[in-house]
């Protein structure tokens, strides 16, 4: 089986995972990942000044990073939301304010319009299917974070990249492209996990 083919059972299997996941524990993780993102305050430069963080409007069972996003909000944090701008191209990030009006982006996602200003991030929190202990991630099988991450990558050495899971979404080894990019943390509400390729 290539490794096209193993995602694709993946993605069945993780999406069943996450979708078990309660209601109680749903609430606790998002007390815990507020927690967690606070703790990596400093290592993300989220300490002392302004930062720009990507977010995510959450879908489907996805975690809920919005308790995040405010709180980063109030501590005087610029938040950008992911837009998608096609099937092959990366994604573009639009300035996020709680009085946003959000649009429908595709594929079930939603996006601040045009009229929010484009701005580049220095740290991306990121969804996650499923993930293994080597910093790799699933997705919904788009590549739009692999794009976006190897641009942006190639242009600022020292982007931050934190994908954000339920514990239960671990699994032993995620099958990888090429094209597939290494998060530089995975956050979940049991544990912080720290990889190799984070900026020093």
């Keep these: 089986m290539n490794n096209n083919k193993q995602k694709a059972e993946f993605r069945k299997i993780a999406k069943k995972i996450r979708a078990k996941v309660t209601n109680d524990e749903r609430l606790k993780c998002k007390e815990e990942l507020v927690a967690s993102i606070q703790q990596l305050a400093p290592v993300l430069g989220l300490t002392g000044k302004k930062t720009s963080i990507s977010a995510y409007w959450p879908i489907?069972?996805?975690?809920?990073?919005?308790?995040?996003?405010?709180?980063?909000?109030?501590?005087?944090?610029?938040?950008?939301?992911?837009?998608?701008?096609?099937?092959?191209?990366?994604?573009?990030?639009?300035?996020w304010t709680p009085g946003t009006k959000l649009f429908d982006g595709g594929y079930g996602t939603s996006a601040p319009g045009p009229d929010s200003e484009e701005r580049v991030p220095s740290v991306l929190l990121i969804p996650v299917l499923a993930f293994d202990n080597t910093g790799f991630r699933l997705g919904y099988g788009g590549g739009f974070y692999d794009r976006t991450l190897h641009m942006l990558r190639v242009k600022r050495p020292k982007i931050v990249s934190v994908g954000v899971a339920f514990e239960s979404q671990c699994v032993d080894k995620i099958p990888v492209n090429e094209h597939d990019e290494r998060l530089d943390f995975i956050v979940t509400e049991a544990q912080v996990r720290r990889f190799s390729n984070e900026p020093s």
Excluded: N
Aim: no cysteine.
């Design 60 to 95: 489907a069972d996805e975690i809920d990073v919005r308790p995040i996003m405010f709180s980063l909000v109030e501590r005087g944090h610029l938040i950008l939301l992911p837009v998608i701008q096609g099937p092959a191209a990366p994604l573009l990030f639009r300035e």
